[in-house]
């Protein structure tokens, strides 16, 4: 029986697939949209793609994406180098950043610590933190990951890790519902949770 789409194209649906809220109809649709629209639509997202390809990486300070040599928050002098934000990914600091009420900076962890998966402590930016705040002069690290289990369990690592640097510890406040992630969260229901930070420890 004939492949009705052709090789190329079912291996652009199966690729748009992976997306995450793309199942394989979905996809279908996208890559039919596509093929229609494909001087206004098709060629400049494969443009635009390559383009990104090519010069976005992760900034060597942050771990925020970048395409200068650091990300535009870590080349920004504006910004508060006193307090840092600590957040699971890339996803969650765009988050902070829409809701425009934090002026400092960030430490993107690259994930959370999940027994389930084997992520350890080994597998995310954990080392480097002690030695960016020594360096930088930091003297708040706020905690905001999310209210998941594997979010909170790598705060208390955190917390741990840095109890002996003399620096302030502060968690989001709890208006950031429990099992609720920041990238899912309305600009004020951040902008709150962010004001009302709560210390950690001692």
Same mark, same amino acid.
């Given at each position: ?18 997306? $995450? #809220?793309? #199942?394989?109809? *979905?996809?279908?649709? /996208? ?12 060629? $400049? ?8 390809? /090519? ?20 080349? !920004? ?8 934000? =600590? ?11 829409? %809701? ?16 389930? !998966?084997? =992520? ?9 933190? $002690? %030695? ?28 741990? =890790?840095? *109890? ?5 510890? *502060?968690?989001? /406040? ?21 004001? %009302? ?6």
């Amino acid at each position: 029986m004939a492949d009705p789409a052709g090789h190329e194209i079912d291996r652009l649906i199966e690729l748009m697939s992976r997306l $995450p #809220g793309l #199942g394989p109809r *979905s996809a279908r649709r /996208a890559v039919l949209t596509l093929l229609r629209r494909r001087q206004t639509l098709m060629d $400049p997202l494969a443009r635009a793609l390559a383009e990104v390809a /090519a010069r976005v990486h992760d900034c060597p300070v942050c771990g925020n994406l970048a395409t200068g040599e650091l990300c535009d928050i870590c080349a !920004d002098p504006r910004r508060d180098g006193s307090t840092l934000c =600590v957040v699971e990914g890339v996803a969650d600091l765009w988050a902070l950043e829409r %809701a425009g009420v934090f002026r400092g900076r960030y430490h993107v962890l690259g994930g959370v610590l999940s027994a389930l !998966d084997g =992520v350890g402590p080994e597998d995310l930016a954990i080392a480097a933190l $002690p %030695a960016r705040i020594a360096r930088e002069g930091i003297a708040e690290v706020i905690l905001a990951l999310n209210a998941t289990v594997e979010g909170q369990t790598t705060a208390h690592y955190l917390a741990d =890790v840095l *109890s002996g640097s003399g620096v302030r510890l *502060s968690a989001l /406040a709890r208006g950031v519902p429990i099992g609720g992630e920041l990238d899912h969260l309305d600009d004020g229901t951040i902008a709150a949770a962010l004001g %009302a930070r709560r210390p950690l420890g001692g």
